[in-house]
């Protein structure tokens, strides 16, 4: 029985080395997912709103088309999901039309996000079909001189200031394989936000449409490591 006795601490041991090595191994596996890193740029075509006045007629509000440049870092979760954190900025003037014309001021805009991926192919395949949603803010600013008096000022006020929204990240693209490391990415997406009406300001009396959309496509490279 004596031997018996002795030779319990050897297979506990054993079982505390095999939690080990089994901890190690989910270590090691999370430690050995592939991270990707990239740039992408486009054009950004933004939507307007309705501007509703009791007596100044019919307008539009929003922003102008412009280009769009950006970066992500992205994780790779599983053979079919990814991860991404990613930065957009936006070269976007404000916009004003109504009444047979319309004015500008100059703009721009920042989104920070998180986006989930899901790939149909897995992340080995040469070509890679993906959707993606995520949320996270945008800032929107007015950049231009502001002056005493505006065209349009009826409808809205450009206004040289920030504003932060919420935002939600929708999209979908195509991943080509170029190397075992770079990959051409195209996508196309679109960021919902609330219109920024600390930027565009309505005057009193005059009310705007509360969404604003704006559909990105979006060519990159992205390097995987």
């Known amino acids: 029985s004596g031997l018996w006795l002795s030779s319990r601490p050897p297979e506990k041991s054993m079982k505390t080395i095999g939690k080990i090595f089994l901890l190690l191994a989910f270590g090691l596996c999370a430690f050995a997912q592939q991270w990707e890193v990239g740039g992408i740029g486009g054009v950004g075509f933004l939507d307007t709103v309705h501007v ?5 007629g019919s307008a539009t509000a929003g922003f102008a088309p412009g280009f769009a440049a950006g970066a992500f870092f992205g994780q790779n979760l599983n053979a079919h999901w990814s991860g991404e954190i990613r930065y957009e900025f936006f070269g976007s003037n404000l916009k004003l039309s109504g009444a047979g014309s319309s004015a500008s ?6 989104a920070l996000h998180y986006d ?13 079909f993906f959707v993606a949603v995520g949320d996270g803010m945008k800032i929107f600013a007015g950049t231009g001189a502001q ?15 920030h504003q932060l929204k919420p935002m939600l990240s929708v999209g ?14 195209t996508e196309v997406r679109d960021f919902i936000s609330a219109f920024p ?3 565009i300001t309505p005057p009193p009396g005059v009310t705007y449409g509360k969404i604003l959309q704006d559909i990105v496509p979006m060519v990159g490279i992205t390097y995987v490591f």
């Open 105 to 110: 001021f100059s703009g721009m805009a920042h």
């Open 52 to 56: 509703s006045t009791t007596s100044a």
């Open 197 to 199: 009406t600390d930027v």
């Open 172 to 185: 979908g693209g195509i991943s080509y394989k170029l190397s075992d490391r770079l990959y051409l990415r």
């Open 116 to 128: 989930l991926i899901y790939h149909t192919n897995r992340k080995s395949s040469p070509v890679q």
């Open 147 to 161: 002056q005493a008096y505006q065209p349009l000022q009826q409808f809205g006020y450009f206004t040289q200031t």
